[in-house]
């Protein structure tokens, strides 16, 4: 099915409905950006040890998934070359995520890296508290490159296997938003580490035309500003929505946001894991299948790898890629990191890199349902009942 016709050019709702939301939120779009997408570690490992490589003032990197693999050793024999050389590292991991890794961390502060736990495992701490983990992945280097989106430093998405390497996108962010992504990665470090972090100088003129508009929440400041973004966009698309999700529980709202633009003529089109590591939350989102093929959703299962991606495409000259997935998770208990990018050349190269992922994907229509036992379908939808914990 074609794309519906375009608004009229003066109806520019979706960006209107955008700044309004920047002014309610207290934050900001940044001019001036130059963006490329990352695909899969194939092409964002390289880029990240060459900033890294690079770095003359500052590395700041945070990540869920800290490995100790080959990928792991990589950055690890990366960062600690900088940190001998007297660039400060600073190094933010979660303490569940990354827990294999200690031995490196205590080498790379020995070589005179800072490395800090977010929301380390404390027995007398409460159990909401071990919930939230950092979910982020960031990596700013001297105040002018950053990175972010899906991809932890682990083997999983560059070597073979069954089901890999993961499918999964990053952004590399030239330009006045990498400074956004510093006081994201402040934000944390400041409180989890004890320290008072503050920007780098900026030498780097503005490379680009992308506009660019970072968002992250912290543990100390929980405001939901994520969730308040997505619904914005598909509330306000007037042509399509494009989504890739590699954990699609979503709530009642989000939910219903995605239903009623499908149900006015929006384009929505969902790309969701075939094979997947947590296939709990595979089973729980089948029971929302039904209604949102009934409503003119589209859906359909990657088949050749884990799908690890979180991205969507909003009508021409929107795209959102970060870490958040469409779960209770990510909107209530983990620390995210999401860009918003309003460049119509982004969100063409993300609409191809999504039409590429469908050529590999299985669509999952009415009779697929009903192919389903009902014992089946029973089973789904008593997995669905656990969405507030997946």
Same mark, same amino acid.
């Given at each position: 099915?074609?794309? +519906?016709?375009?608004?009229? @050019?003066?109806?520019?709702?979706?960006?209107?409905?955008?700044?309004?939301?920047?002014?309610?939120?207290?934050?900001?779009?940044?001019?001036?950006?130059?963006?490329?997408?990352?695909?899969?570690?194939?092409?964002?490992?390289? @880029?990240?040890?060459?900033?890294?490589?690079?770095?003359?003032?500052?590395?700041?990197?945070?990540?869920?998934?800290?490995?100790?693999?080959?990928?792991?050793?990589?950055?690890?024999?990366?960062?600690?070359? $900088?940190?001998?050389?007297?660039?400060?590292?600073?190094?933010?991991?979660?303490?569940?995520?990354?827990?294999?890794? =200690?031995?490196?961390?205590?080498?790379?502060?020995?070589?005179?890296?800072? &490395?800090?736990?977010?929301?380390?495992?404390?027995?007398?701490?409460?159990?909401?508290? =071990?919930?939230?983990?950092?979910?982020? $992945?960031?990596?700013? #280097?001297?105040?002018?490159?950053?990175?972010?989106?899906?991809?932890?430093?682990?083997?999983?998405? #560059?070597? +073979?296997?069954?089901?890999?390497?993961?499918?999964?996108?990053?952004?590399?962010?030239?330009? +006045?938003?990498?400074?956004?992504?510093?006081?994201?990665?402040?934000?944390?470090?400041?409180?989890?580490?004890?320290?008072?972090?503050?920007?780098?100088?900026?030498?780097?003129? @503005?490379?680009?035309?992308?506009?660019?508009?970072?968002?992250?929440? *912290?543990?100390?400041?929980? *405001?939901? /500003?994520?969730?308040?973004?997505?619904?914005?966009?598909?509330?306000? @698309?007037?042509?399509?929505?494009?989504?890739?999700?590699?954990?699609?529980?979503?709530? /009642?709202?989000?939910?219903?946001?995605?239903?009623?633009?499908?149900?006015?003529?929006?384009?929505?089109?969902?790309?969701?894991?075939?094979?997947?590591?947590?296939?709990?939350?595979? =089973?729980?989102?089948?029971?929302?299948?039904?209604?949102?093929?009934?409503?003119?959703?589209?859906?359909?299962?990657?088949?050749?790898?884990?799908?690890?991606?979180?991205?969507?495409?909003?009508?021409?000259? &929107?795209?959102?890629?970060?870490?958040?997935?469409?779960?209770?998770?990510?909107?209530?208990?983990?620390?995210?990191?999401?860009?918003?990018?309003?460049?119509?050349?982004?969100?063409?190269?993300?609409?191809?890199?999504?039409?590429?992922?469908?050529?590999?994907?299985?669509?999952?229509?009415?009779?697929?349902?009903?192919? =389903?036992?009902?014992?089946?379908?029973?089973?789904?939808?008593?997995?669905?009942?656990?969405?507030?914990?997946?």
């Amino acid at each position: 099915m074609p794309l +519906p016709p375009a608004p009229p @050019a003066d109806g520019k709702l979706l960006e209107a409905s955008l700044l309004a939301m920047q002014r309610r939120l207290g934050v900001r779009f940044t001019a001036g950006n130059e963006v490329r997408i990352l695909r899969d570690g194939e092409e964002a490992f390289p @880029a990240m040890l060459s900033a890294i490589q690079e770095a003359k003032q500052r590395i700041l990197f945070e990540a869920y998934i800290f490995r100790h693999d080959r990928t792991g050793v990589r950055f690890f024999e990366a960062l600690l070359e $900088k940190a001998r050389a007297g660039v400060p590292v600073y190094i933010l991991h979660d303490a569940v995520g990354s827990a294999e890794a =200690w031995e490196l961390f205590d080498l790379l502060q020995a070589a005179g890296a800072q &490395c800090a736990e977010a929301n380390p495992i404390r027995f007398l701490k409460r159990f909401r508290r =071990w919930h939230n983990r950092d979910h982020r $992945k960031i990596l700013v #280097v001297d105040g002018d490159a950053g990175f972010l989106g899906g991809i932890n430093v682990g083997d999983e998405y #560059v070597e +073979p296997g069954p089901n890999r390497p993961f499918r999964d996108t990053h952004l590399e962010i030239r330009g +006045p938003a990498a400074r956004h992504l510093e006081t994201a990665f402040f934000d944390v470090w400041n409180t989890e580490a004890g320290g008072k972090l503050k920007g780098t100088a900026h030498s780097s003129p @503005a490379p680009g035309e992308a506009r660019v508009l970072i968002l992250a929440e *912290t543990f100390r400041r929980y *405001t939901r /500003h994520l969730r308040h973004l997505h619904l914005t966009a598909f509330k306000s @698309a007037t042509r399509r929505i494009w989504i890739t999700n590699a954990y699609f529980v979503p709530d /009642h709202q989000i939910r219903k946001a995605i239903l009623a633009a499908a149900k006015r003529g929006v384009d929505v089109r969902i790309i969701l894991p075939g094979p997947i590591d947590v296939p709990v939350v595979r =089973w729980a989102a089948h029971s929302l299948y039904g209604v949102m093929l009934k409503a003119g959703v589209r859906i359909y299962e990657y088949q050749p790898r884990m799908l690890h991606a979180k991205s969507v495409v909003i009508d021409d000259e &929107c795209a959102l890629v970060g870490s958040t997935n469409l779960d209770h998770r990510s909107f209530y208990h983990n620390l995210e990191v999401q860009s918003l990018v309003l460049d119509e050349k982004l969100t063409a190269d993300l609409a191809a890199h999504f039409e590429r992922d469908l050529s590999e994907s299985l669509p999952i229509t009415k009779e697929t349902i009903q192919g =389903w036992p009902k014992l089946l379908r029973l089973f789904y939808q008593f997995f669905y009942l656990f969405k507030r914990w997946l």
